[in-house]
């Protein structure tokens, strides 16, 4: 059960202050009755509400992907930095969502956002071993004891020891190398830790994949959309939510 205010108010009909007045103004109605107290409990999936003659499909949770962009942080808020909740439109930042776990300032790719607390906490922890796959530029040549190294568990300059991760080279060439590393754990500024560890600087970071869903290449830098209901079945499904 919800609140008649919040729940208009989540389907982008204005501010709270802006849904009390359009119901106070008579200008709802629930199941075939005009309500004007803004505090009645209802459940929105069996209750058909209709604002200013038009019926509406209420949805509580919303799931995106976003294409995050270089210089924009992954926070719901920053005095001094644009976020990446500032990128999504109005009817969207309504639902409050916040990011999935998080890139850094300066790296890019794919990054989920939602205002559901157990898929975000399903999502991040390693107890449901959900891969994250970045590709990567380093500013040296990886090589092989590299490959061991992630493989067998990077300790990190705090002494933290990382999960096993695998790290693929895909070029090597005079200016260092292009790789593609997955990992199933969000340490600050993990896999670029992991490489200073080996003495190697990433130079150029992006997140092509996350819980098996890949970047969608149709989305420039700064552009998102929701997620398909296959691509939530099939994450639903690998960290075993209903």
């Not at 270089?70 to 109005?90: F, H, N, P, R, W």
């Not at 098996?212 to 079945?233: A, F, Q, S, V």
Request: proline fraction near 2%.
């Amino acid at each position: 059960m919800e609140r008649l205010d919040k729940i208009i108010s989540n389907m982008g009909y204005g501010s709270r202050k802006d849904v009390k007045k359009i119901i106070k103004d008579g200008r709802v109605k629930v199941d075939g009755e005009v309500v004007k107290d803004n505090n009645k409990q209802l459940d929105p999936q069996k209750s058909k509400i209709i604002v200013n003659g038009e019926e509406i499909s209420y949805k509580k949770y919303i799931y995106l992907m976003m294409n995050k962009p270089d210089g924009v942080i992954s926070a719901t808020s920053d005095d001094y930095d644009k976020t990446v909740i500032d990128l999504l439109e109005v009817e969207d930042q309504v639902f409050e969502p916040f990011p999935i776990g998080r890139l850094d300032k300066d790296t890019v790719g794919l990054l989920f956002l939602t205002n559901d607390g157990d898929f975000n906490h399903r999502l991040i922890s390693p107890k449901w071993h959900v891969d994250k796959v970045y590709y990567a530029k380093i500013d040296k040549d990886v090589t092989s004891e590299d490959v061991v190294a992630f493989k067998e568990g990077i300790v990190l300059d705090d002494g933290y020891k990382c999960m096993s991760a695998k790290l693929e080279v895909l070029n090597n060439s005079k200016e260092g190398s292009e790789v593609k590393v997955t990992v199933r754990e969000g340490k600050y500024h993990q896999v670029k830790r992991m490489f200073e560890a080996q003495g190697k600087k990433v130079v150029y970071l992006k997140r092509i994949s996350f819980a098996g869903i890949k970047l969608d290449e149709n989305l420039e830098e700064g552009e998102y959309r929701e997620l398909t209901e296959d691509e939530m079945k099939a994450i639903k499904q690998k960290i075993k939510m209903q």
